[in-house]
């Protein structure tokens, strides 16, 4: 547990040193989540009642979809940072160290995450509760099944990007498929717009892929569109999904390094 | 320490196609050549040894660092480090060694040198009592403290090889890697690096294999010597032995006014005739540059003049064709 503490600190570190560029991605954060906040508004005078929820629900829904979007930002993950060593070769400064390639990418992910979560997250989360009429989480345990529930997020998107990274490996440049990739997730998470939106074949495909686990299924137990019985099936769903992709990880992981080949000298 | 039996290394490398839409086609199927980079090799170095491991340009030198050091898996053959098979216990392994890669850096780029190395600390759960040890080691020699708060980026490259240095060292590995350490430093960097390899080596009794093009770091430091060419180890032995072979050759190159017909020089001989110059070569032991100059001057006028130290390829060259240097070649 030591060594994620120790890259939280060098990820502070690290991002204290572009201070310019924080103040715009939280700037950037809140102009996202205003918009947001009036899409929904606007649509809710047009056509009351046609979404499910309440508008209060749906705005806090998607306000903290979009300040979450610079920790969960599918462009920022690990599949970036092992790309470009793949390509500059030095992949190799990385394997020299005593640690598990897979746990060493998660632990470096993980202190940018929590930095971020720190520095942009909170910070906008608390300007939309004064500003942009943000509800507390449904009931008490929603809240706690919430935090759970956005953990387990974050390591099936975590291992979705590592495996992506494994793609690099083997493709050298991976910006054409980042791109796709980056839509889908977004798309199939329901980051903009809820799952329970979807089209009949569209919301089924959308229910069983590991996408959900991503943004809909923490919001939804936030807003407390799932409750009960279906807030632990939600969890449930994230746990199996983070526990099979985590094997997948290791497993490729084993298979690519067999494999690799440094670029350059 | 390190033992290496018939090691091998293929990669498989991507042929492009010639001949119409030959990028598209690349995309649907694509040919594989296999290329080997390391071709049955088989040495071993004992504790405390300073080995230097050379040869040309794409001979398979760092391919083999790289299966030492587990970040590559061999295609067949037997590595072994202190026990450890690489490869298999990668982890395990890197505990035990320090790498440096003249060519890249294992520092974090944006933050000051301290930073990282404060990380590698955790990373390698180092000791408190042996981190400070260690840092006072750096700062008595090789002056860590002087750039230890500079960001990595805005080092000279000779205070970014020391800080690598510092880092490959910060766990006191048993054996030390090092992939060309004195690339592109400056003459009076590289001598500081050279005496803090030196005495790591010396004091620590830490066993080191160093890549390099460079004949200095080779006479400075290493007393055994290993050639490599075309992925095979060619010479492996004494290196005053390969100097006095092949290391006491020089060339004179004379620039002409005009180009002359070729001719005999007593105690030279003539290799190399282009335009209006002409290389001579001579040994260093029986004939003098400035008799050579005299005698050549005497006779045609010199516009310029140059004395050439052999180069490690052109010996490793001179090695390899003459395949002979004793009985000790491999």
């Known amino acids: ?265 | 320490m390190i033992r290496v039996e018939h090691l091998v290394k293929e990669y498989k490398q991507s042929k492009r196609k010639d001949g119409p839409f030959s990028a598209i086609r690349t995309l649907f199927s694509a040919d594989f050549v296999v290329k080997r980079a390391v071709n049955d090799i088989s040495f071993t170095i004992d504790e405390g040894e300073l080995v230097g491991y050379i040869g040309p340009n794409g001979a398979g030198k760092s391919t083999s660092i790289k299966m030492l050091t587990g970040i590559l898996v061999p295609t067949s053959g037997i590595v072994e480090v202190n026990g450890i098979v690489p490869y298999k216990n990668r982890k395990e392994h890197a505990r035990q060694i320090g790498v440096v890669f003249g060519q890249k850096t294992q520092l974090w780029w944006d933050v000051p040198v301290i930073d990282s190395l404060r990380l590698l600390k955790d990373i390698y759960k180092v000791p408190d009592a042996l981190y400070k040890r260690n840092l006072d080691l750096f700062c008595d020699l090789i002056e860590l403290h002087q750039f230890q708060n500079t960001p990595v980026r805005q080092l000279s490259l000779g205070q970014r090889m020391r800080a690598d240095l510092a880092a490959a060292l910060i766990h006191s590995p048993k054996i030390l890697f090092l992939d060309e350490p004195t690339i592109g430093v400056d003459v009076v960097a590289k001598d500081r690096l050279r005496t803090f390899i030196k005495e790591i080596n010396r004091d620590q009794k830490v066993t080191v294999l160093l890549t390099t093009h460079d004949m200095g770091d080779i006479e400075k430091l290493c007393s055994r010597m290993m050639i490599i060419d075309r992925g095979e180890v060619i010479y492996d032995g004494d290196i005053e032995l390969i100097r006095r072979k092949y290391g006491e050759y020089r060339t004179l190159v004379v620039q002409f006014e005009r180009p002359i017909a070729d001719f005999d020089v007593a105690g030279a001989e003539l290799v190399k005739s282009e335009g209006t110059k002409k290389w001579f070569r001579f040994n260093r032991n029986e004939a003098s540059p400035s008799e050579l100059i005299t005698q050549i001057g005497a006779r045609f006028p010199i516009t310029d003049l140059t004395v050439e130290e052999p180069e490690i390829e052109e010996m490793v060259r001179s090695i390899y064709e003459g395949k002979s240097v004793d009985a000790k070649v491999v």
């Open chain 1, 1 to 265: 547990m030591n060594i994620f503490w120790s890259f939280t600190r060098q990820a502070f570190h690290n991002t204290a040193i572009y201070r310019f560029e924080y103040w715009l991605q939280l700037v950037s954060a809140f102009l996202m989540m205003y918009s947001v906040y009036w899409i929904w508004n606007i649509l809710y005078t047009q056509r009351p009642g046609a979404f499910g929820v309440e508008l209060g629900q749906m705005v806090t829904y998607g306000v903290i979809a979009m300040a979450l979007e610079s920790i969960f930002n599918p462009g920022q993950g690990p599949q970036m940072y092992i790309s470009s060593q793949i390509k500059s070769g030095s992949i190799d400064t990385d394997l020299i160290k005593p640690l598990d390639f897979h746990l060493h990418m998660l632990a470096k992910n993980f202190g940018e995450i929590s930095f971020r979560f720190g520095t942009i997250v909170l910070p906008a989360a608390l300007i939309g509760f004064l500003f942009l009429d943000l509800q507390p989480p449904a009931t008490a345990l929603n809240g706690l099944s919430f935090a759970v529930s956005l953990t387990l997020g974050y390591l099936v998107l975590f291992s979705l990007n590592f495996l992506l990274g494994m793609v690099s490996v083997l493709t050298i440049d991976i910006r054409s498929i980042a791109w796709t990739y980056n839509s889908l997730v977004r798309f199939f998470a329901g980051q903009m717009v809820p799952l329970w939106l979807f089209p009949g074949w569209l919301g089924g495909l959308a229910n069983v892929l590991p996408f959900k686990c991503i943004y809909s299924i923490p919001l939804s137990i936030y807003i407390g569109k799932l409750t009960g019985a279906a807030v632990w099936e939600g969890l449930l769903f994230q746990a199996v999904w983070v526990v099979v992709l985590m094997a997948v990880c290791r497993l490729v992981w084993a298979g690519v390094h067999s494999k690799l080949v440094v670029q350059g000298g």
